[in-house]
């Protein structure tokens, strides 16, 4: 770690030496390669590609070897792209030079993506860039643009003979939303593999980013106290919470054609499912990794009609004070029935999990912007304590929670005796959460995620069988959704959504492990 703290002195010793310091870990590996950005003037990539970069630039993964094509359909030449990307990443350091420095690795071709002849210009600049800056034939193609570009991009980028073809890698990294549905999936899919192999693609699902995502499988297959009971004999339900504050804001016209089912469901929440569900990988590795995580989603019961439209319910937010309903947001249809809010609950039919329910739910407009995993075990199967004398209250199940966003943390509520004369017991949490010190200097999930397509580690990528899975289980409720008239709008904004999600525990004689206090 010191390297990060030490900034850039390696700059000034010779390469002899800095090869020597990254043998014995003092300095980072630094990663060459050519970045050729597709939506180089994009919202993402200001937003949050460019930071990311800065930080792997300032923490020297990525250093002198490095050079990134911007594109889009903007006339812009080197100094104004260069003069973009300072800005969008200003807010990062107040080191100018080093900022500059950073800036100069960055060159831009306007392009349009259907035009052909745009493709040599591409090739020529990154044949000049790999040999200024000795990239050793490695290129990262990340296309953050609409998804109908994608395939048209790999194909001519095969066609075009962009991908290098010595030694040097070639990886496509890929934004979602990745398909609408499974057949619009595999139609791209079968796209990209036209041009690019599966070990290839990076497909982005920026939660696999986040440091507590990653650190599930750290807690579970690092404890033996939790490894051990993490089945249908000690657990008896799982919860997943993803909520938003805010609404739509300006993305309407993305999200009423989406909801929240495929914008957040088909994605995020199969993906932490599946690490909450997955059996442990024989190592911690990309491959094995994916492998588990494919078979624990292969097992996720595929709803039939009947069981679709009982086990999931969707909400619409409505109108509360000054914030307008769903429905008057701009961009958004009078009669639009999109949903901004899921609740549901899978099944898995294996020997793990069979009978012990994961509920998931997320929406927008809810009472707070957090992300948590609520692991409730089963009550202890005789309650000693529960004579009618000892006035002791029945026990409670302990409930590990997983922090995920804001606080980075977990607690563990067990049952203990309390202080007070007699015997009574009560619930007590045992709790650690990272100081918000810690949590600001955590890696952005962009770093992350950029930093491991550098390094060719598919770990916190979706692959294509995961992908499939999770749009075959979706599309299910989807199909019954589009067939059933919903009464929306049905939550109030700053609620934790409908009462329909509350039933749908109830219902099991659960209910949610957050809930708001009346
Ligand atoms: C995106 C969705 O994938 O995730 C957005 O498209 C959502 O609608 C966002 O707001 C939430 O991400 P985060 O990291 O802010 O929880």
Known sequence: ??????????????????????????????????????????????????????????????????????TSRYKFDDEKYREMVIK???????????????????????????????????????????KKYELNGNRVFYISMAPNFFGTVAKNLKAQHLLSEGNGFNRL???????????????????????????????????????????IEAIRFGNTIFEALWNNRYIDNIQVTLAEKLGVEERAGYYDNSGALRDMVQNHIMQIVSLLAMEQPVAFKDTDIRAEKVKALRSLRVYNVAEASSNFVRGQYAAVGNDKEYREEDGVPKDSNTETFVAGKLLFDNYRWSGTPFYIRTGKKLADKFTRVDVV??????????????????????????????????????????????????????????????????????????????????????SWPEVASAWKFVDQIRRVWDIQQPMFPNYIPGSMGPVSADELLARDHREWVYKLNK
């Open 173 to 215: 990294v890929i934004e979602k939303p990745f398909g609408r549905d499974f057949e619009s999936a595999k139609q791209l899919n079968d796209d990209l593999s036209n041009a690019f192999e599966e070990d290839q693609i990076f497909r982005i699902d920026h939660y696999l980013g986040k440091e507590m995502i990653q650190n």
């Open 88 to 130: 969008s990443v200003s807010k990062e350091s107040t080191n100018k030079k080093q900022i500059a420095d950073f800036a100069s690795h960055f060159y831009f071709v306007t392009h349009n993506v259907t035009d052909l002849e745009h493709y040599s210009v591409l090739k020529n600049k990154a044949n000049e860039l790999d």
């Open 1 to 70: 770690m010191c390297y990060i703290m030490l900034g850039n002195w390696y700059r000034h010793i010779p390469n002899y030496l800095v090869n020597i310091l990254i043998g014995v870990n003092i300095l980072p590996t630094e990663r060459r390669s050519l970045i050729m950005l597709f939506g180089a003037t994009g919202d993402l990539a200001t937003r949050k590609l460019y930071p990311a970069m800065l930080k792997l630039f300032e923490k020297g993964n990525i250093r002198d070897h490095f050079a990134v094509i911007g």
């Open 377 to 462: 075990f089963k009550k202890p199967l005789v309650d000693i304590f529960a004579f009618p004398q000892s006035g002791s209250a029945p026990l409670s199940a302990n409930v590990l929670t997983i922090f995920i966003e804001p606080n980075q943390g977990f607690s563990l509520m067990v049952n203990a005796k309390n202080s007070e004369q007699g015997f009574h017991t009560e619930p007590v949490q045992l709790q650690y959460l990272e100081d918000s010190k810690r949590t600001r200097e955590t890696p952005q999930p962009y770093e992350r995620l950029i930093h491991d397509v550098l390094k060719g580690d598919g770990t916190n990528f979706a």
